[in-house]
């Protein structure tokens, strides 16, 4: 077996897969935080009584003072450049992973429980408490040790755990295996086009090409609830088999987002699925091509100036 | 930070089960939803073939019917502005909201919005094969409040 789950849950790993799993997940919460700043800060203008705490929010029974949601948000950006750079991780990792955990469960606290950024927060969870710090050179990046695997297979373990959840919520739900009938999925889209039209949101025109197309959307639906109720199984299975998954489950999101419009910006990205890939190698691969180029650049030059010397000498 | 074999078998299983654990959510007759952890109920309610919806359109002086976008509504994202708008008309507070939205209407210089003259807070009901078939007309249209745009 050489699944993503091979050698056990301590098999050694690159030092470099878990730190460019942090630098590129923590750049996208930190682009996530710049973003929507402004609009976190101005959410503790909304009526109070529309106040549902999520999470740990839980803790405030009423919504915390304006003052403290400003001060939230500005430590979560200074811890979040911090952990990018890996500086004191054992100290930044934890206190990150904390008061992000903090900003989103507020975010999540007014009327609507958003399910697109629940993986990043425990993915950034996973990393703030693993041993995920400092930036490496190329050849220390490359140092093995058991440290820096689990909290990798942990996130894989995350993410499959949550497509499976999906899976049993549609199953246990009213539709039941009535989700692989392709009305069943369509009207699901259908219901979120139509909300989104009356609030004045531009909705997917191929929707509204493709709707009298039911066979698409029973291919779609029955799709993506396999992808979803097999997706634990990925962990124990052919490293190409999870390769494929991810690239399915990608092109699931994409798909969703060509038809209704919904962006999951940390699935489109694929920095979700960072984990189930070994993105190390692929810094490895392009720090060798420039390498490599330098060191032609280098003999070019070195050529040119002792060709140079040897005419003036002439 | 996790150091220990132990330790981190320990987090490992807590962050499994914390993952796992709102599975349960399932199986009551009202589940709660929470973030992060979540049991995703996203797509799995049955849709009618009838739709309804709370929702705010605007009139200008020639009748001209415009619907409201979320962002004149409230703050935050769509899904949050349409659910706060639900949780105030269930709480039939019709006035309160047409008169906050048609408040931010009055202010605002974006076209068509700036030439509006009346606000609706209404309750409409389509037909989902019919809208999407080229209807746009809703079925039934209920008129739960009206608020004029004092500038």
Redesign the interface.
Known sequence: MNGINANG??APVPIGRIQIIRIITGVFSLWYLTTRFK?MN??S???P??YKP??VMQFFASPPPPMLITVLLVTTVILNILFIAGWK??WI??AFAVVL?FV??YR?S??????S???M??HI??LG???A?GVSSLKAMKKEH??YG?PVK?MC??TV??YF??A???L????AW??LNGI??R??I??D?????????ETSAL??AT??HTWMYTIMGATSLLLELLAPAILFLNRRVAAGWVLLVWLMHWGIFVLMGITFHHHLTGILYLSFLAPERWWFFVAEKLNRIKISLRAVTSGALASTKSYQQQ | MIQTKTAAIIFSILVGLAVLLPVKENWKTKPADDFPLSYYPMFSAKRDVQYTVNYLVGYDSLNNRHLIPYKLIGRGGFNQVRRQLNRNVNRKKYKSVTRRVAKRIARSRQSPFSALKEVHLVKGTYNIDEYFIGDKNPAEEEILFVQPVKR
């Not at chain 1, 246990?172 to 539709?175: F, Q, S, T, V, Y």
């Open positions: 849950w301590f609009m101005a959410l203008a909304t009526n009584a529309l999520a999470g991780h054992r990792g934890p955990l989103f469960c999540n007014w009327s609507m429980v958003y399910h950024y629940n993986l927060v425990i969870f996973i408490f693993a041993p710090g058991w440290q689990w942990l373990l995350a755990l949550v959840l999906s049993v919520a549609k246990k739900g009213e539709l009535g989700w069943a999925m009207s699901q259908a219901v086009a139509l909300r989104k039209n009356m609030f004045g949101v929707f509204e709707y009298e």
